[in-house]
């Protein structure tokens, strides 16, 4: 009955809203000005955002989520990377009292008159990036614009400034007509929603069954001010926040059925998101609660609160993202227990997320066959109380017993498919060699120069990006603009120049990528980029980088010291930053030049044996330069740590759509015999002892000829004389 239900009344949570709430569109940096010096600041980029997710669900949930992000998706270092020493020092040099948070620095508020203040500590300046925040006013910015207003500040002898002191541009009108839009459509469906203890009992038991949470009531569904929104069936989640704990925005829940009896959650939220930063339950905690439960999902927090009566807060984006402006709610906490879900991804979240948190605070609930998500926990009655005493500590020591590692060891045999990876849809082949993308891991990737090496990599990228891995890209040797024209172009699988009519169609839907690029271009050095990577791993916790390419960097170092060493450092900088950030990093490297009748090998990478003893994966783009045909290109996996796994298989280009793809016919995946490290780092030093010959023996034909036309040149000259 309830499957016809969802047919007929759920179809599309599009019937609920225009479609540009649930696409993101551009969200420009707001330039601020302060009026007393006349400066005009520019405020960090928001994080990604999210607006539509999916989730599938056979007999548990299990969450698949995309999100999107801000349009302008350049990633910046600052010229000066502020750290909280210099923080400190400058707020020491000013006369500020200062409280060392877990994430944060909370110094009175100056937006808020002294004898207003309701909390001592309201302003929070995060320690990494030196944002703040002002949890009274609402007011944030960027380290220099707090800088700017304190020196007003003690300038004019003021004890607080306006909340308006820091101003935007004025929005456009068109900015301003889509958020009056926005506003309207929230409390027309807030308004246009039904509590749950309003609707007919067996009408509500009806939907808590199409959501799977017939064991949640309605008192909990009403304290978290849960509703029905009729015309789709769509649970509302409402967003109170605000000094006056208004109405915000609010996040629609609907649900579809297939025919493979699979139930399909899809997500919205209004208003656009990148303004959506709803900490779901975070009006019901108290400000003294010293615990709380941070989960993936609403319906996580309804089954926590329930089951349990714990303080329990929900992510807006669940697993794939944490955003730093979201800290500071977060301070308060003396306890942090993270329970995002019952599936690997969760779990590598959960590790990820309590190093923003701060790991002495914060415990961990691992996935497991007695630890679900809450909402099944709920349903199979489990115990809450002994799941979330049984969480683990995040901080962890340097020395471990095989006890600790009992349990880590047990949940990546019983799920082999999720500890692959991601998989890629267009190169099935990989997945049969490499099984999957892995967070933690070093890929270098090779090819002979003009083989593709650029246009076959963005496709690699792009396919991962499309399955909601968090891409950042530094293209040093093609600029930003032609690098996204050819990944959009590989995403339309078209020329777009031919079909300009369809470029806004498919730049729409590029822009919900969670894709970034750095700005550089050209030489850079080693520190510059890796700490833009950390930078980008904080705010928008990437989950691969790309690096295009090795060479780039190499020419910023110091000129006195071997290359082959400059090389052996960068790689492996690259390689303990993959491991720390538990980022996969790809790395492209050129080769050392080869015959055109001669395939690339590993020992064909430029440098010594460090490229490819550091790599867990190294990838060759090998071409037949002397062939025509299609099928000319191949991909070579030649090392591939997790399962040892290797092979090649040939790949056709299509010019049309600058994709690769593997040619139909008798052209089959060709496994070949994995080759131990040692065997590869000896046949790299011999490739490298083979290069000195050369140089050696070009060295001493020169020197011979230059002796003979010396004597030549002397031989002339006595003639002449004589």
């Known amino acids: 009955m309830w499957r016809s239900l969802l047919r007929k009344g759920a179809t599309c949570i599009l019937q609920v809203a225009d479609q540009r709430f649930l696409h993101q569109r551009h969200f420009s ?16 980029e928001a994080p990604p955002c999210l607006t539509l997710r999916e989730k599938d669900y056979l007999l548990a949930p299990s969450w698949t989520r995309a999100y999107k992000k801000d349009a302008k998706s350049t990633v910046e270092f600052p010229v000066s990377p502020i750290t909280v020493t210099d923080i400190k020092q400058y707020l020491r040099s000013k006369d500020i009292s200062f409280h060392d948070g877990y994430s944060c620095l909370h110094i009175p508020s100056i937006f808020v008159d002294p004898s207003e203040r309701k909390d001592s500590f309201a302003l929070f300046i995060d320690k990494t990036t030196g944002q703040f925040l002002c949890k009274d006013t609402l007011v944030e910015g960027s380290w220099e614009d707090l800088q700017d207003c304190l020196e007003v500040m003690q300038k004019d002898e003021q004890d607080s400034l306006s909340p308006h002191v820091l101003l ?30 309003d609707l007919p009992e067996d009408e509500a038991q009806l939907i808590k069954t199409m959501f799977q949470i017939t064991k949640i009531s309605n008192a909990t569904l009403k304290k978290f001010g849960v509703r029905l929104f009729k015309p789709t069936k769509s649970l509302v989640f409402p967003w109170f926040g605000g000094p006056d704990s208004s109405l915000k925005g609010v996040k629609l829940l609907s649900a579809q059925s297939s025919d493979t009896e699979k139930v399909t959650y899809n997500e919205a939220t209004m208003p656009k998101s990148n303004s959506y930063y709803n900490l779901f339950g975070l009006p019901l905690v108290g400000r003294m609660d010293p615990d709380v439960v941070l989960t993936g999902s609403e319906l996580d927090t309804l089954a926590v609160s329930q089951a349990t009566g714990l303080p329990s807060v929900a992510l807006p984006r669940g697993v794939s993202c944490l955003p730093p402006i979201l800290l500071p709610y977060l301070e308060q906490f003396k306890r942090v227990t993270l329970w995002l879900g019952d599936d690997i991804r969760s779990w590598e979240a959960s590790k990820i997320f309590s190093r923003k948190l701060g790991l002495r605070r914060c415990s961990l609930v691992r996935p497991g066959e007695y630890r679900p998500c809450p909402v099944e926990a709920l349903a199979l009655g489990k115990n809450f109380n002994n799941i979330i005493k049984s969480s683990i500590p995040a901080a962890h020591k ?44 070093l890929t270098v990737f ?12 963005s496709e690699f990228t792009l396919d991962l990006c499309m399955h909601g891995v968090n891409t950042l ?77 090795l060479q780039f960097m190499m020419g910023q170092e110091n000129l006195s010291v071997d290359k082959f060493a400059v090389q052996d450092h960068i790689i492996g900088a690259f390689r303990k930053f993959a491991t720390n950030s538990s980022c996969h990093v790809t790395l492209i490297i050129h080769p050392r030049k080869e015959e055109d009748d001669r395939e690339l090998q590993t020992a064909s990478i430029f440098g010594s044996a460090k490229a490819s003893q550091e790599a ?92 003979n036309k010396n004597a030549a040149a002397g031989n002339e000259i006595m003639q002449k004389k004589k």
């Not at 032609?482 to 169609?505: G, V």
Request: neutral net charge; charged residues 30%.
């Open 616 to 707: 867990d994966n190294v990838l060759i783009l090998q071409e037949k330069k002397l062939v025509t045909c299609p099928g000319r290109r191949s991909l070579q996996v030649t090392k591939n740590r997790f399962d040892g796994d290797v092979g090649i298989f040939p790949l056709d280009f299509i010019k049309s759509s600058l994709t690769f793809s593997a040619p139909k016919g008798k052209h089959k995946l060709r496994k070949v015999t994995a080759k131990s490290e040692n065997e590869e780092a000896e046949q790299a030093e011999e490739a490298l002892k083979m290069e000195e010959v050369k140089k050696e023996k070009a060295a001493k034909t020169t020197k011979t000829q230059k002796a």
């Open 473 to 549: 890209w530094g293209s040093f040797e093609i600029n930003n603009v032609r690098l996204a024209k050819i990944m959009l172009t590989q995403f339309a699988m078209q020329r777009l120049e031919e079909n300009l009519e369809q470029y806004d169609f498919w730049a729409d839907k590029f822009e919900e990528l969670p894709l970034y690029f750095m700005t550089f271009h050209g030489q850079q050095n080693i520190k510059t980029v890796l700490d833009t990577m950390q930078h980008a791993v904080y705010l928008y916790d990437i989950n691969h980088v790309v690096i295009d390419n």
């Open 168 to 197: 935007g541009y004025p929005e456009s009108v068109e900015e301003l007509e889509e958020r009056d839009r926005e506003l309207r459509e929230v409390q027309r469906i807030w308004s246009s929603s039904v509590p749950f203890t």
């Open 29 to 44: 940096s707001a330039c601020v000005r302060l009026f007393s010096q006349r400066l005009i600041h520019r405020h960090s």
């Open 446 to 457: 090779t090819g002979p120069t003009g083989s593709g090496k650029t246009t076959f990599i």
């Open 398 to 441: 340097s020395i471990v017993s095989f006890k600790q590692l009992r349990e880590d060891v047990y949940g990546e045999l019983m799920n082999t498919e999720q500890v692959a990876g991601v998989k890629w849809a267009r190169f099935p082949e990989l997945n049969r060699i490499l099984k999957g993308h892995r967070k933690g891991e």
